[in-house]
Every structure is written in C-alpha cells, then in structure tokens.
C-alpha cells in the first residue's frame, strides 16, 4: 500500500484539461494581460508567451495562452509572429512601433494592458506525452475603442 502524505495545493489552480488554461466558449471577450514572458521555442527561437485573462462576462477570470515567435537576426524566419506580437501591442494600446525594441521591454509594458480578443477552439496534435486536446487561442486583437471590438462584443459573435 503507498505510504499516505499531505499534499500542498498552494500555487496549484484547477484546470479544466489536460492543458494548463482554461477552455471558454469561442466568441468575443475583454481581456487584460495577466502575464507576459519572454522565453524560447524547443527549435531555440525567441518567443513571447502571454496569459490572457478573460476581464468580464461569465468567463470572466479565465485564462487562455497565446505565443508569439519572433525571427532571429540573420535567419529567413517568418515574421507573422513579430506582426500578430504587434497588433495585440496596438490593441492594447501601446503606439506602434518603429524601429528596435528589446523583448524584455515589451513584455513588462504589455502586463495589465488589456483589449478585445477573439477566441476560436484549435486542436493540439497528440504526442507521445499527451492525447490530443483542444484549448481556447485567441486569433484577433483589437482596441476596446475601435469599431470592430464594439460590433464583436455588441453581436456576441461566435467566429
């Protein structure tokens, strides 16, 4: 028989499967950035890791991931990630950039900042660790100020 223990569960918020965020129901949700981190891809590539909290609604407090990859210097890497970083910048209302701007930099001004997203479901391949599962991705950002989150978020619209 195994032996009994005490379990601490400080640190350890439920999660709803077999992903570590929560799953909501695909549409239009205010959210704030809860957590931004720069970190690297398992192929070695910059990327920037963001939490999304859900900000209100009935889904209000869960939380939702979207990743970023950025190009490196000198490679032929895409830069669809650097431009989908970009517009989640301008919604939440940081100008548009021009120029160099360090990742550290962008990811402390990001934490709190908060818009418009829309959620669709994406399935995640199964792996040897893990069977398939489906998670909630964010696949558009916009200024809580700008007529598309307006008519998103008045129409409830289900992508």
């Known amino acids: 028989m195994a032996k009994d223990m005490v379990i601490d569960f400080s640190g350890a918020d439920p999660v709803q499967s077999t992903s570590m965020y929560d799953r909501i129901p695909e549409g239009a949700y205010a959210f704030k950035v809860a957590k931004a981190a720069v970190m690297q891809t398992k192929t070695d590539k910059p990327m920037v890791d963001v939490q999304i909290e859900i900000a209100q609604g009935d889904q209000k407090g869960k939380k939702i991931r979207d990743m970023f990859v ?21 919604a939440c209302g940081i100008k ?36 398939a599962t489906k998670v909630s991705r964010p696949v558009s950002y916009y200024s809580v100020k700008s007529e598309e989150a307006r008519a998103l978020v008045k129409s409830k619209k289900k992508p």
């Open 70 to 90: 950025v190009p490196r210097k000198g490679k032929d890497d895409a830069v669809f990630g650097l431009q989908r970083l970009h517009g989640l910048m301008v």
């Open 96 to 131: 548009k950039q021009k120029g160099r701007v360090k990742l550290s930099a962008i990811v402390k001004v990001l934490k709190g900042k908060g818009g418009v997203c829309e959620v669709q479901d994406n399935e995640i391949p199964a792996t040897d660790d893990r069977p």
